[in-house]
């Protein structure tokens, strides 16, 4: 049995996105929610602080005191609404008010936790990144598009599910969740105070299904499974990928035993990774001048050349250490896997209709291989990461079952 909550008088720091005292707000009202924090409930504590003075302002919240790094679960299903990410600030990508993530409910109301972790695990650094602020699939969906995730990236997540970390990010000086209810999918829609909800979760004993976070390779599920890369996490948007192509021999890791699925693959991993894939070989070796025979992708990169896959820069260069961008990367699928023409255009506003590799980029998203960094950009030029490779080449695969 679960023991319950302890409710504490423990007075709680001011958040910065608390609103006016004139602020509309509920007291009353009790919403079905999952307890937003993870157990052993010992060292969990709460109080109804909603209506505390916070100078000019009161807090519209509930803080939840805790452990840093327990973990933070959805509350309610929903979509992934907010998550800032200042990827243009010289002071770094984290807001000065800390790693913030908002969820619009499913029923129509907004959940919003402040003050998520932002230390590497063990320390007080500040510069744990969003992997240790976020959950993985939430951390890889951010770095993947290396700005601020909103609502119409379509990021869903389950009741009870694991969203993030409990921290102290932004002016919090002590670990804690501060959570809002808000009555809509707005923050300048009336606030609904917590307490009762969460009482009202605890005294029906909803609270998330354990979970292990476990350690680097391992699974999340507490189930112990191997990864073969020991930076990979069981949630990890393409861990499935890249564990199914390594298993195959497909993929390959950075060294140290990790996979460094955040990094732009290079044009000499990416020429191994598609002759692997493809089974293809050369007659003659690389026939460029930086690419020399005793290179570890020498014979791959010599084979997806004389294929026509991935071609050198016309200049007797290859560039094997060279980044691949994701307009190129359409047409290399299209000539490695066949992808026949598209019946219309690419639905991006950043694709010039006339582009070199507009026709390959609508192929590929026609046949469900790529899809766009927003709701109508393709980000054309932007990096392909190592993680993305994988599952591109996977999709690329299954084409040809």
């Not at 010289?90 to 000065?96: I, L, R, T």
Request: hydrophobic share 35%.
């Amino acid at each position: 049995m679960r023991r319950p909550l302890v409710i504490a008088v423990a007075f709680a720091l001011t958040a910065t996105l608390a609103s006016p005292a004139s602020a509309d707000h509920t007291d009353e009202s009790v919403v079905d929610i999952t307890f937003p924090v993870a157990g052993p409930y010992d060292d969990i504590t709460y109080r109804d602080d909603f209506h505390d003075s916070r100078g000019n302002r009161l807090h519209l919240a509930t803080d939840i005191m805790g452990p840093k790094h327990r973990t933070l679960h959805a509350a309610v299903d929903g979509t992934v609404g907010f998550t800032p990410y200042l990827a243009d600030d010289p002071d770094g990508p984290e807001p000065h008010y800390g790693w913030l993530l908002s969820i619009n409910g499913d029923d129509g109301r907004m959940y919003r936790y402040l003050h998520i972790n932002n230390d590497t695990p063990g320390t007080n650094d500040e510069a744990g990144g969003p992997e240790h602020a976020f959950a993985p699939k939430i951390a890889d969906a951010i770095l993947e598009k290396g700005s601020t995730l909103s609502a119409s990236d379509g990021i869903r997540v389950k009741r009870g599910e694991h969203v993030a970390y409990l921290g102290d990010s932004g002016n919090a000086s002590t670990p804690h969740l501060h959570f809002e209810i808000f009555e809509e999918h707005s923050q300048n829609s009336p606030r609904i105070n917590p307490y009762a909800s969460l009482k009202d979760a605890e005294a029906r004993g909803d609270y998330p299904e354990p979970w292990t976070t476990g350690s680097a390779g391992t699974t999340d599920d507490g189930g112990g499974d191997d990864l073969p890369f020991t930076d990979l996490t069981a949630d990890g948007a393409h861990t499935g990928a890249i564990t199914r192509l390594a298993e195959d021999g497909i993929v390959t890791g950075c060294g140290d035993g990790r996979y460094c699925p955040h990094e732009a693959v290079s044009r000499g991993d990416l020429a191994a990774f598609l002759a692997a894939a493809l089974g293809l070989e050369a007659e003659q070796g690389p026939r460029f001048d930086d690419v020399d025979d005793g290179d570890a992708n020498a014979a791959a990169i010599a084979a997806v050349d004389e294929a026509g896959i991935l071609t050198g820069f016309g200049d007797d260069r290859f560039g094997p250490d060279s980044a691949l961008e994701r307009a190129q990367l359409a047409t290399m699928l299209v000539q490695g896997f066949a992808i026949g023409a598209a019946d219309g255009g690419a639905p991006f506003a950043d694709v010039d209709a006339d582009g070199t590799h507009t026709a390959n980029i609508a192929a590929t998203f026609e046949a469900g291989l790529t899809v766009g960094c927003s709701d109508d950009a393709y980000c054309p030029w932007d990096d392909v990461t190592r993680g993305q490779i994988a599952t591109f080449i996977d999709k690329g695969l299954a084409t040809l079952d």
